[in-house]
């Protein structure tokens, strides 16, 4: 699935259950792996620790109720993976 959407659209969906985390990410990595020889982009990838994180996430939303889900930020753990990120990097995400 090529992402025609923004990422909101994408959140949406989860917090909907229309799609799971996983699959998301499993489409993420699917196109990542098309398009890596066209646009020489990667040199560094993590798409094993990306599908663990997803299935967490997952596992995670499974126990909310519908009000509960509804209530989530958009990109509720994306600050979570820039800081892990940029600690791996040894940069400091606090700036």
Same mark, same amino acid.
Request: with cysteine.
């Given at each position: ?10 959140? @949406?969906?989860? /917090? &909907?259950? /229309?799609?799971?985390?996983? !699959? ?5 990595? @699917?196109?990542?792996? !098309?398009? =890596?020889?066209?646009? &020489? ?11 663990? =994180?997803? !299935?967490?996430? @997952?596992? =995670? ?21 820039? !800081?892990?990120? @940029? ?6 995400? &606090?700036?």
């Amino acid at each position: 699935m090529l992402f025609t959407e923004d990422a909101t659209y994408y959140a @949406d969906l989860v /917090k &909907n259950k /229309k799609i799971s985390c996983l !699959k998301l990410v499993e489409y993420a990595i @699917d196109n990542a792996i !098309k398009l =890596q020889p066209i646009l &020489n982009c990667m040199t560094i990838t993590w798409f094993d620790k990306a599908l663990c =994180q997803a !299935k967490k996430m @997952d596992r =995670q939303l499974q126990y909310l109720t519908e009000d509960e889900r509804q209530k989530l930020p958009p990109f509720l753990w994306r600050s979570y993976f820039i !800081k892990r990120f @940029d600690r791996i990097l040894g940069r400091d995400s &606090n700036v």
